[in-house]
């Protein structure tokens, strides 16, 4: 149906109900108890869709949302009829409680969430200015617009006021007129208070850049190319419409602090400089060229332009999971150090991109949950202040206002408590409108209400809200930044200025306990053989990094793959967070399996001495120096290497091979293996075995011998027939060689040890062949 009319209504009443209140609240407290729980109970027995729960109505806007003296207030939002029967003779119309503002923080809370109609809560209807409705049919809808002036709402003290916005009518199952449905609201209202001694509250709004990992934690790291990314997702995210497009946008012109996770803003410069894009399934051999170049290059710009004379908190690189190493990982020898490493990282980065002094000695745990061991970790990283939130950091009970956000905590730590209600205010699907307008409207009237809890005293307050919030939710915050900043209560401050107050002597400044800390929260934490496997990375590339001529190449891109393996932003994704981590081990792997020791066959070492051939590949990209090739025989009394061990350089993608001399004792089989060392001794890569034959007196020598004299033997045989021809009376002289008989074995140089051959390039990884010979 369409908007209904304004219409007049009934006769004002609005002054007499005023006189009528007085005389209510003489009655006395045990009549108002008894009263409220009789018209509480009646709803909470009604079924839905009766009642005054027949209807659902919503306030999807109210304006404005801060009214002065002269101004009227206008709302609007849709009727929709739950029950079986129409609703009929209806009219929408505002209702206000008798009591007048609102006292507590917690009264806002509590009527937000209260369901259904109570006369003695919700107060009477402002008579003349209501607004017709049309007949609603089952399950049907309308829309309202109403307007009233400020003036008929008995605005008097500054304050917090509670509006119900009511629709009245009949339906079949109650055909007097009641009030089918009502939904709150809360209209701040300031009045002359600014005339007063009353003190501005100063609220730091934060506001988050932070993004799940994008790079990918293999890659050709030693070539030094452009990374490779897990997903072209972030020029989505970086353009028109996407998230992080829009967290620019709205902030540009709001005072808030911005608080950036450097390896963002690192992986958006990548993409400027042109980047790559992994397969399906993150297939990083079948990479394709990534897309995102030109609005990475327009949003680190519009970022540069937008925190310009604003406050800017650099977190860890990756976001460290500061409970997760708190609690798991300091378990693990090394692991702490991630945070120190990421935190000097995070620094250096966001200076040289952002081209400021950003500030990097805050700590934001998940969800602002701390515990001592928290506080330690958080410490040990480098932070002197750590962002806590009072839903887990609470007050006690004889403190009767928000304090501020700042206390020391001991250990030249300062705890930073956030408040828990401002900055939860926009969770949840945030694309109702409704949500929305009511969700702003709370946060702005929860402002006031802190103002007013102590007004003479100046409150430094911090608002951390979630570190991803989507479109819809960071739309949410800006508007509700944007329309409470000019209030009157309030002074929009940066972080470091609200921190530097004087904390309050009644605030609680006693770290909750480790069993205090959030199950939830607890549950999402890496697991301690996560910190374990990283450390075992870590030290694979340690040992790796000696024989590496540009061991920058490799550390460098490892160093952030190991920081993006520990952030927040694996929380809720266990089996992300693992294939990331085993993707950074298998790569590391690869790369040490890539200098390798050629496999052999059995060798024959024919003689008493000769060169044994061993070939050492390179598949990196950069040369390799810090390695010896050792040989070593299984059986020395029958094999001896004179040079066993043998310093290895190669050029990148080639090989080169190094002869051993060695002399034979005996004959028979030996095990040999050839081995790779670092300059340290520690074994690199797999040994080699192999097997040598030795003869020292070969078949082939035997062959030469036995048929040497066969030749003199058939030689002798034919000279004694032609003389026996030539008449058997000859002399008896015999014609015979005068040579001595001795054979020379033909000798080759059996070469120097340690001489490369001749450069092979690029080859595969294949034994030589069977049945190869030793040079003797």
Known sequence: MGEAAQSPGKPPSWARRRAARGVALVVGATLLTGLLQATEAAPSQAAAGS?????????????????????????????????????????????MPWGGALSTR??????????????????????????????IPAGGHATYTITVPVSALDLDDAGVYQVGVALDGRTKTDPTEHVVGIKRTFLPWYGDATTS???????????PLTDRAHIAPRGDTDSQQSPIF??????????????????????????????????????????????RVAGPGGDVTKTTTGTGGAVARQWLNDLKLAVAGDQVIALPFGDTDIASLAHRGQKVPGAVSHLKTGTTLGLTTTEAILRGAPTADVAWPVNGAIDPSIVSVARTGGAKRIIARSDTFTEGSDLNYTPNAARPI??????????????TAFTGDLTDPQKVNLDVQSYIAQTLMITMEAPESQRNIVVAPQRMPTVAQARAMAEAIHDT???????????????????????????????????????????????EQIQGIQSHLNDFVLILTRPDRVTVPFREAMLRAVSTGWRGDPSGAKSY????????????????????????????????????????????????????????????????DQPVTIEGGHTRTLKFQTTANANGTVGVAASLHTDNGKLYGEAVPFEVHINKVTDLVMLIIGAGLLLLVLAGVRIYRQRKRRGGDDSGEEDGDGGDGDDEEDGRDPGHPGDPAADTGQERQEPSPTGEKVDG
Do not use: C
């Open 51 to 95: 009642g005054s729960r027949t209807a659902s109505v919503t306030v999807d806007s109210l304006t404005p949302r801060i009214p002065v003296k002269g101004d009227s207030v206008t709302l609007a939002g849709r009727l929709d009829n739950d029950s079986k029967s129409a609703i009929t003779d209806a009219h929408i119309g505002i209702r």
């Open 106 to 135: 917690s009264a806002i809370k509590n009527a937000s969430s209260r369901n259904g109609y109570s006369n003695a809560q919700d107060g009477d209807e402002i008579d003349g200015h209501t607004v017709a409705v049309q007949d």
């Open 197 to 207: 001694s009353t003190k501005q509250t100063r609220i730091s709004n934060l506001w």
């Open 230 to 275: 897990l997903d072209d997702d972030l020029t989505t995210e970086l353009g028109p419409g996407g998230r992080l497009r829009e967290m620019i946008d709205l902030a540009r012109n709001l005072q808030v602090t911005w608080v950036i996770d450097p390896d963002l803003l690192a992986s958006v410069e990548f993409m400027t400089k042109g980047y």
């Open 410 to 423: 001991g250990g030249g730590m300062t705890a930073v408590v956030s408040d828990a209600t401002l900055s």
């Open 485 to 531: 900043s000019p209030a009157p209560w309030v002074s929009p401050v940066f972080f470091d200025d609200a921190t530097k107050a004087h904390p309050d002597p009644d605030a609680n400044r006693k770290v909750p306990s480790s069993k205090a800390y959030p199950n939830s929260l607890r549950k999402q934490e890496l697991p301690t053989d996560a910190f």
């Open 581 to 644: 981590r085993d993707a950074g081990g298998d790569y590391l792997t690869e790369l040490i399996k890539a200098v390798y020791i050629v496999s052999k066959s059995a060798l024959t070492l024919s003689g008493r001495s000769g060169t044994i051939p061993v070939t050492v590949k390179n598949n990196l990209s950069q040369p390799v120096k810090g390695l010896v090739l050792r040989l070593t025989s299984g059986t020395n009394i029958r094999l001896e290497i004179q040079n066993a």
